[in-house]
Nanobody
């Protein structure tokens, strides 16, 4: 019933930029928080960025602060991740996720707080 689909991944040179998109359906998009996670080969999935239901609050992992920007367009049921100054260590499968309901007060950063997940989109950064 609920579908989350990421797109926009690809092969980019170090220092370049990429814009990921995530479209969600089957839920009331404006009432849920949205998050981005990533998993590199041989590593555990980690939190990247998140944005609350209204778009008024965001959260970022320390490793991506200043380079990544998360935003959302509730009219289009879409969340975005603008990635700048890409580094080889950013290479990973990037996942988009939605909570069951939005939180008031803080943006969820834990994997367990998200209910619906996309299949992921591959981002590869070459040197």
């Amino acid at each position: 019933q609920v579908e989350v689909v990421e797109s926009g991944g690809g092969l980019v040179q170090a220092g370049g930029s990429l814009r990921l998109s995530c479209a969600a359906s089957g839920l009331t998009f404006s009432m849920v928080d949205m998050g981005w996670f990533r998993q590199a080969p041989g590593k555990e999935r980690e939190f990247v960025a998140a944005i609350n239901w209204s778009g008024a609050s965001t959260s970022y992992a320390d490793s991506v602060k200043g380079r990544f920007t998360v935003s959302r367009d509730n009219a289009k049921n879409t969340v975005y991740l603008q990635i700048n100054s890409l580094k080889p260590e950013d290479t990973a499968v990037y996942y988009c996720a939605a909570t069951r309901w939005g939180r008031r007060g803080r943006v969820p950063e834990s994997e367990g707080e998200y209910t619906y997940w996309g299949q992921g989109t591959q981002v590869t950064v070459s040197s």
